[in-house]
């Protein structure tokens, strides 16, 4: 009878660990690219171990008792007293476990909230259903333009076969250089939208009538995809972001194209 609740109990953790690492494989958070993305990341994973060691134990406790100590084996239920003992115990151990997950929880957060000495700022306008971009500070200051999805209608009426980055494609990305810390100022044309960019460590609600807030600093070239991540009408889920990160002069040369792209269209305007 022993065997049976080991092998149980086996069944169990293995059950457990195999979920977890499925998860961690197909299900789990992007491959971080920015300082707070990766602390992000890490305490993630730690908690998931945590609460995978607190399952295992509980679990395992329980289903030993129950196999252990049924009726058929001629247990009778035992009548359990007061013990202030354990009540404190069993207090302490979780008080303790959530200050060990809340610290470097909070310190985190903290640093997502330190906007201060960017190296430049770009404003983004939620709107229904695209976004805005304004240059305002650092290199490529005074560049505007929106950003809406490119998907084409066809691959979304299942006409035509779906892209590789299917509902997260635009026609405008928001170009930075790598290695430079970018303040994002969020605000909303008509209703609530969100600025999400996992793979930055970015999460940042866009509120009309109010200006919002956040950073990122990206580690290495590359283009990261998001989208609006705050339920805002009908076509919600077609307000893709893509974030391209560039070396500091292939980033130059991108800011003298966009000049020289305003200026062409200038004369043209004129011109009509």
């Not at 197909?26 to 602390?39: G, H, M």
Request: a positive charge.
């Amino acid at each position: 009878m022993r065997s049976k609740s080991a092998v149980t109990l086996a069944g169990v953790s293995a059950l457990a660990l195999y979920s977890s690492m499925a998860l961690g494989s197909k299900y789990n958070l992007p491959e971080p690219q920015s300082v707070i993305a990766k602390d992000i990341y890490d305490q993630h994973i730690i908690l998931m171990w945590i609460c995978l060691v607190i399952f295992i134990g509980v679990f395992g406790v329980m289903f030993y008792s129950v196999l252990k100590h049924r009726k058929s084996l001629g247990y009778k239920a035992a009548n359990f007293h007061h013990s202030t003992a354990v009540e404190i115990i069993w207090t302490v151990i979780p008080c303790l476990i959530l200050v060990v997950m809340a610290w470097p929880a909070t310190k985190t957060v903290i640093a997502m909230k330190d906007t201060s000495s960017p190296d430049m700022t770009i404003k983004a306008t939620g709107y229904q259903w695209m976004w805005g971009y304004d240059y305002l500070q650092g290199e490529g200051e005074g560049i505007s333009f929106f950003s809406k999805l490119s998907t084409t209608r066809a691959q979304i009426e299942n006409k035509a076969p779906k892209g590789e980055n299917y509902l997260l494609e635009v026609d405008n990305r928001v170009v930075v250089p790598v290695g430079k810390k970018v303040r994002i100022i969020l605000t909303a044309n008509d209703v609530l939208h969100a600025w999400w960019v996992p793979a930055l460590g970015i999460k940042q609600d866009a509120i009309p009538g109010f200006i919002r807030d956040t950073w990122f600093k990206a580690d290495k070239p590359g283009i990261y995809r998001g989208q609006c991540a705050e339920l805002c009408g009908k076509d919600h889920g077609f307000m893709p972001i893509v974030v391209e990160v560039l070396e500091a002069a292939e980033y130059t040369k991108w800011v003298a194209a966009q000049g020289t792209s305003a200026v062409k269209t200038s004369m043209h305007v004129e011109n009509k």
